[in-house]
């Protein structure tokens, strides 16, 4: 088995480039040959994946000052052995630039040939030497292929960044996006309480953080060893979640005793949290249209001692209200998206996401929360949410539902029951006049979210 991180990194980054998977399927693939390695061989294996996949266009602008052949006429192998050379010579000065060279070289002459090794290591040695004068493009010419360098973003998104949010806001949300976040989890208040277990994870990672807007959120980094080997995850005392997902839920606003659906339930970080702001009391049908998630989504509603979930397979665009035996009083969809909200994360999100990808899900969306909007009961209530700060993906649906859905409207009521904990907390800074709530990862430090909170009308209003 392959024991070299550098080797490794580069098997997972051309396996992801050259097939329909996302990273964590490669990522996967890959476990065995990843998990063999030492500690600090894997933070290596790791940080050179992600951290060419955050800086990919970035250090695609300086190769293709010292490479004579076209980068897109080079083998995808030689590409990426060349990316992860590069982004260790410009981020990790442990490393002796020598080493970085030689062992990408030495990679290269048993994958490839004496030839391909050659062409790496010229065009190493040249960048190693003079990438410090390669410039930017200059700002004042072209201010969306300067953020696409400075902060690498594929032209097209920073087109669109630029336009929707502004020079000065898209320079600040590319800026975060590129930094490494925290880990953040979600307590499992059925099973322990936020200080109790923030004072227990102290014991095994580092810079323990209480959450400011959800409530049960705890982020921390360095964890000294993996999330799953922590006696508290074993207990069940938590679920990995980011700060925003938490607060979707609680814009959801469950109460014990209901009938919810999720419609969307995927893996079930947002339906193990509706479990616990329903005390565990209820009904909760987790639905997927991928059965193989809902296999996982039972064991972790196990693991977290919550009985309240019935898994149910399905596709939400063929489904109505006679799949079930009742109305549900509150559905969430946490609907497919381009992820464009959690590049910080997934930073292969963006080089493969394109603008017919955003047009084509928007188009799901609206069918999907039409579908869903079926089997909430009257007065019953529909949150549509996605990890993208996209427009077409956010405001466009939600008013294209409107338009075709007269017995819907927008739910702003913050002084009925379900919202008096909006009200009084900092998540109702997040939520705009239209009652939208936004999420931005610059501003907040947590993943991009849109959500939408929508009131079905009573058949007989009083």
């Known amino acids: 088995m392959i024991s070299d991180p550098r080797h490794i ?20 693939n890959h476990s065995k040959e990843i998990s063999s390695l030492s500690k600090n061989d894997r933070s290596l294996c790791n940080a050179l ?85 390669v410039p930017f493009p200059d700002v004042k010419d072209n201010r969306s292929k300067y953020i696409s360098v400075k902060f690498s973003l594929p ?27 925290q880990i953040t989890l979600r307590t499992n208040t059925l099973k322990s309480d936020r200080q109790s277990l923030a004072k227990s994870l102290s014991l095994v990672a580092k810079n323990i953080r209480l959450t400011d807007y959800a409530s049960q959120g ?45 419609a969307c339930a995927g893996l079930g970080g947002k339906t193990g949290h509706i479990a616990q702001l329903m005390e565990n009391k209820g009904i909760i049908i987790a639905a997927d249209i991928e059965s193989n998630k809902l296999e996982s989504l039972q064991l972790e509603s196990k693991r977290l001692g919550i009985d309240i979930i019935q898994t149910k397979p399905l596709n939400l665009l063929k489904t109505t209200v006679k799949d079930f035996d009742f109305y549900f009083d509150r559905v ?26 955003i047009a ?9 929360l039409n579908a869903a909007a079926n089997l909430v009961k009257p007065g019953g209530l529909l949150v549509y949410a996605v990890c993208s700060c996209e427009k077409e993906e956010n405001d466009d649906v939600v008013y294209t539902f409107l338009e075709k859905r007269k017995d819907f409207s927008i739910d702003k009521d913050f002084e009925s029951g379900n919202y008096y904990k909006l009200k009084t907390s900092l998540i109702s800074g997040l939520i705009s006049e239209q009652g939208f709530l936004k999420t931005y990862p610059d501003a907040n430090n947590m993943d991009g979210f849109f959500a939408v909170r929508l009131k079905r009308k009573s058949k007989n209003p009083r």
């Open 9 to 28: 990194a580069v098997t997972v980054l051309v396996s992801w480039d050259t097939s329909f998977h996302n990273l964590d399927k490669s990522l996967e």
């Open 49 to 133: 994946i992600f951290g060419v996949l955050r800086q990919r266009e970035s250090i695609d602008w300086i190769l293709r000052a010292f490479s004579n052949t076209p980068l897109e006429k080079l083998n995808i192998t030689t590409l990426y052995l060349l990316r992860i050379a590069l982004f260790q010579i410009l981020n990790m000065d442990r490393i002796p630039v020598f080493a970085a060279i030689s062992t990408i070289v030495n990679i290269a002459k048993k994958r490839l040939d004496k030839k391909a090794a050659g062409f790496i290591n010229a065009v190493l040695r040249n960048a190693a030497d003079n990438f410090s004068k």
């Open 155 to 181: 032209l097209w998104l920073s087109k669109k960044w630029n336009h929707a949010f502004g020079f000065e806001k898209t320079c600040l949300l590319c800026q975060q996006i590129n930094t490494i976040p």
């Open 218 to 262: 705890i982020s921390f980094t360095n964890p000294s060893i993996p999330i799953h080997e922590f006696e508290e995850f074993k207990l069940g005392l938590f679920q990995v979640q980011d700060e925003a997902t938490q607060i979707v839920t609680h814009f959801l606003a469950p109460k014990p005793g209901e009938k919810i659906l999720d």
């Open 332 to 357: 969430l969809i946490d609907a497919p998206c381009t992820g464009l909200g959690v590049i910080r994360r997934n930073p292969d999100t963006k080089w493969k996401c394109s603008k017919n990808d």
């Open 360 to 368: 084509r899900l928007s188009s799901q969306q609206k069918k999907m």
